[in-house]
């Protein structure tokens, strides 16, 4: 389907923003606002937002892509993925001034891009969201990478040729490995009170999914230590105790796959994933 892509402006607390809509010919009234994670631009790396948002509107969905607050060319200081909610907002307005038959507000993001997402539903419950896309959510937190390195790292180590013929043979710095390994171990048992400040935007992005009725999409890449971290959080928090696990949410996994889907192969398996999801809750809302 043919369409056109329209930059505009719009203001969030006395700075200006850029975004830019690509709005098909005949649209749908679902459209995805695509937020963008820190520190990158509207474009994505890889270019990865640019082509989804074409990607979508050759599909018949319109989508907005933007720059927060100190990002790209975002007016005013960097802001943490804690505090862009009001740009979210800002973002969305600025979406349906764009394009008036929108009355379904798809919101998609990658890594902390995804929390901040969470963040916001919890913050403002927005019923103009509809449905969200949530790419290797960002939870960390020294212990928590830490244990994830351990589990992940470690013991797939030991299974590994490589590993043993090294070992054998005393091309392996044993003892800085051994370091290496107890001061993971350490990490993952940091005091709690560090870890307490830590997990207060954690629980604040299970609320937020706790209490979206709307549709769900988690897309996970299989090597990535974000996504693992993500995956033992959400297992053993007793914040996230049967959220993913809800008739709303739909997971997916792109076996292969690094942090931000480098690859051409990676970024069409996104974009499809996104687009099959998108049309069954058409079908189904």
């Known amino acids: ?34 937020v963008v994670g820190g520190p990158q631009y509207r474009a994505g790396s890889h270019r990865q937002f640019l082509l989804l948002s074409r990607r979508l509107a050759e599909a018949g969905y319109p989508a907005f892509r933007f720059d927060c607050r100190g990002m790209g060319d975002g007016e005013g200081p960097m802001r943490s993925f804690e505090d862009i909610s009001e740009d979210i907002g800002a973002a969305i307005d600025a979406f349906q001034r764009q394009c008036p038959q929108l009355s379904r507000c798809i919101l998609w993001g990658l890594c902390d891009a995804a929390s901040a997402i969470l963040l916001y539903l919890n913050a403002t419950g927005d019923a103009r969201v509809g449905g969200v896309v949530l790419l290797n959510p960002w939870v960390r937190s020294e212990a928590g990478l830490a244990q994830t390195h351990i589990k992940h790292y470690y013991g ?54 706790g209490q979206f009725g709307g549709d769900v999409l988690l897309i996970l890449s299989g090597r990535d230590y974000t996504a693992k971290e993500f995956i033992e959080y959400s297992r053993t928090n007793p914040a996230w105790s049967g959220l993913l696990t809800a008739g709303n949410i739909r997971k997916a996994e792109i076996p292969d796959a690094d942090h931000t889907f480098s690859t ?15 049309a069954r809750t058409r079908k189904t809302g």
Do not use: H
């Open 156 to 209: 797939q180590r030991l299974l590994q040729r490589e590993f043993w013929i090294k070992l054998v043979t005393g091309k392996m710095d044993v003892a800085a490995s051994l370091r290496d390994f107890v001061a993971s171990a350490g990490r993952s048992r940091l005091p709690s009170k560090c870890q307490n400040r830590i997990l207060s935007f954690r629980d604040r992005m299970a609320e937020g999914l």
């Open 1 to 34: 389907m043919n369409y056109v892509e329209i930059p505009t402006v719009f203001s969030v607390a006395g700075a200006m923003l850029p975004g830019i809509a690509a709005l098909p010919e005949r649209p749908y009234d679902c459209g995805v606002l695509i």
């Open 264 to 278: 051409a192969g990676w970024r069409a398996d996104v974009e499809n994933e996104t687009l099959q999801w998108l």
